[in-house]
């Protein structure tokens, strides 16, 4: 028999693992380990077990160093379940800054005032604040893996208190910025793809991973699925969204159609130029042959135009914000916004935009004035006078 429970109180057991006998000796080598809550849980961990132990996966509860989870971590969890710049970001973390600093101790024996240390060492050490959130951010994801796996009985992270951030002030552009900006970029072979940004609010690596297929100029919508993202020795890669709220169709303007026909027609041209049709598998912003645009070089021509028209500096990014901020002060629902930006809920729709809330509430205080006074004085069947 290759694992047994066995109960140890009212809601707890102990599962005993044989991990394999000694051939001179007849002595089994186990494994304990503990399960809180019920048999069915001890049955599921018990089932896990002995999984790991026929992938090779399995490692001992006590004696695993603090490296060795966070490198088969990285390997088991990160890199299959996250997206790959994530996965990317957290590896650099944890092998350039958490297994040289922490990764010699025992997972087990890791607490919270190593961890507060820690973040305190690198505080001094010239990193920011908000380098450091990340760190916790990481660590705090692994570790309530191993929980999750049976590896530890609590996240210690939980415990500590990352560096608080404050958070920078959003920048955005006005209705007159943006015409300016279009009016600056008219010239540019990245037209479209900022135009289209401006006008949709979609994400840089959304944008980057549109095909044609998934451009509807007939319903005058595009269909949001995946992104594009560049790892390191610049392989790209194209990543279905996991999310519902990451799947999502995003209605575009007139303008915004016209716009993209006349870039299907020139894309067109330039393909035939070259002895390549286009198809609908085909990026709607690329190079000129059909390659990936490279994500730093949009950013780079994108600083360029805005220096050229004269405004305010915002990242791309920022043209998401700009789209969100404007479409809430013409009075749009926000459920309506969150649709179009993707966002989890519609509580960080609100949230992300509350800079826009006191214009918005003084818009809804005027309205509500402005009906009220008109129902109240044709009841009366007197002038509508407002309110003072």
Do not use: C
Not at 31 to 49: C, N
Not at 111 to 124: A, N
Not at 318 to 331: C, E, I, P, V
Request: aromatic content about 8%; cysteine-free; hydrophobic content about 40%.
């Amino acid at each position: 028999m290759r694992g047994s429970i066995t109960k140890r109180s009212k809601s707890s057991y102990a599962i005993v693992l044989n991990l394999w006998s000694d051939p001179t000796t007849g002595k089994r080598k186990q494994q304990w380990v503990s399960v809180k809550g019920t048999k069915k849980d001890a049955e599921k961990r018990l089932a896990e077990l002995l999984y790991q132990l026929d992938n090779g996966t399995f490692m001992k509860p006590g004696k695993t160093t603090l490296a060795e989870y966070l490198e088969r971590w990285l390997k088991d969890y990160a890199w299959p379940n996250l997206a790959p710049r994530t996965a990317e970001g957290y590896e650099h973390i944890m092998r350039r800054h958490l297994i040289p600093a922490l990764g010699s101790m025992t997972l087990a024996h890791v607490k919270p005032e190593h961890l507060q240390r820690y973040y305190s060492e690198k505080l001094t050490g010239n990193l920011s604040a908000q380098t450091v959130r990340h760190h916790h951010t990481a660590l705090h994801k692994a570790l309530q893996t191993a929980v999750e796996w049976g590896l530890l009985n609590r996240n210690v992270a939980d415990a500590v208190s990352p560096p608080r951030v404050q958070r920078p002030e959003m920048q955005t552009w006005s209705e007159e910025d943006i015409a300016r900006f279009i009016e600056a970029a008219k010239d540019s072979s990245y037209y479209a793809l900022f135009y289209t940004a401006l006008f949709t609010g979609m994400r840089r690596s959304e944008l980057l991973a549109l095909r044609w297929q998934d451009v509807d100029l007939m319903l005058s919508q595009v269909y949001v699925s995946r992104s594009m993202h560049v790892l390191k020795g610049g392989r790209v890669i194209f990543r279905s969204s996991k999310t519902a709220k990451g799947r999502r169709t995003v209605a575009l303007p007139p303008s915004a159609i016209l716009l993209l026909k006349e870039h299907h027609e020139k894309q067109n041209l330039e393909r035939a130029m070259l002895g390549i049709p286009l198809t609908n598998d085909d990026l709607v912003f690329s190079q000129f042959d059909g390659k990936s645009l490279l994500p730093n070089t949009v950013t780079h021509a994108w600083i360029k135009l805005v220096r050229r028209a004269g405004l305010k500096p915002i990242r791309l990014h920022d043209t998401r914000h700009s789209h969100a901020s404007l479409m809430l002060k013409q009075g749009v629902h926000p459920k309506i916004v969150q649709e179009r930006l993707g966002h989890a809920s519609i509580q960080i729709t609100l949230d992300t935009y509350s800079h826009v809330a006191p214009g918005l509430q003084q818009a809804a205080a005027v309205r509500f004035d402005e009906v009220f006074s008109a129902r109240y004085n044709e009841g009366r069947n007197e002038p509508v006078e407002k309110f003072r």
